[in-house]
T-cell receptor
Framework: AQSVTQPDIHITVSEGASLELRCNYS??????LFWYVQSPGQGLQLLLK??????LVQGIKGFEAEFKRSQSSFNLRKPSVHWSDAAEYFC????????????FGTGTQLKVEL | DAMVIQNPRYQVTQFGKPVTLSCSQT?????MYWYQQKSSQAPKLLFH???????NEADTPDNFQSRRPNTSFCFLDIRSPGLGDAAMYLC?????????FGPGTRLTVL
């Protein structure tokens, strides 16, 4: 069965600093990969996705992620964090041909210090 | 704007009193999902519909039922809510392997 690991439960960064959120997956082949963001009391918003092709993916709100097959990783990055980025971030995978069912990581709570 | 709408946003029910949560979409997507998300946890898939075909996750309690009368609407019925069913319930739709989420319904069980 596929699984997703987000090793950092909480991360605190200063506004303007760079950010990297880690995500590792376990799956026999390359799954479809996603990053979602959730603000308190809200639903999930898709930041970016990777299906195939260029391993560096650009998303909304200035986020990007890099797929590294050798490390089974899909880390999320942002060069300069804004206070409004404070939220919970979920990495998710979907096995191709698996019926469009997402498996989520446990999430990383991002706090931004002003 | 095309979207996924969930009503109500906040629902309070009593222990054992049936409750229904609703989801509608204007995206015309053929796949719809219900997730349960407890505090500080990842969303957990309860079931999903591919058109009218219902797919239940193996560990979804029998207390949870769903109906999809047409493409646009999907309902989550909790027949006898327990305190452990207090959670955020998220509805999502899907097309081309991408899921679109509604804002969620926060369920409180007293």
């Amino acid at each position: 069965a596929q699984s997703v690991t987000q090793p950092d439960i909480h991360i605190t960064v200063s506004e303007g600093a760079s950010l990297e959120l880690r995500c590792n997956y376990s799956y026999g082949a390359t799954p479809y990969l996603f990053w979602y963001v959730q603000s308190p009391g809200q639903g999930l918003q898709l930041l970016l996705k990777y299906f195939s092709g260029d391993t560096l993916v650009q998303g909304i709100k200035g986020f990007e992620a890099e797929f590294k097959r050798s490390q089974s990783s899909f880390n999320l990055r942002k060069p300069s964090v804004h206070w409004s980025d404070a939220a919970e971030y979920f990495c998710a995978v979907d096995a191709p041909g698996g019926g469009n069912k997402l498996t989520f990581g446990t999430g990383t709570q991002l706090k931004v210090e002003l | 704007d095309a979207m996924v709408i969930q009503n109500p946003r906040y629902q309070v029910t009593q222990f054992g009193k049936p409750v229904t949560l609703s989801c509608s979409q204007t995206l015309n997507h053929n796949v719809m999902y219900w997730y349960q998300q407890k505090s500080s946890q990842a969303p957990k898939l309860l079931f999903h519909y591919y058109d009218k075909d219902f797919n239940n996750e193996a560990d979804t309690p029998d207390n949870f039922q769903s109906r999809r009368p047409n493409t646009s609407f999907c309902f989550l019925d909790i027949r006898s809510p327990g305190l452990g069913d207090a959670a955020m319930y998220l509805c999502a739709t899907s097309i081309y392997n991408e899921q679109f989420f509604g804002p969620g319904t926060r369920l409180t069980v007293l």
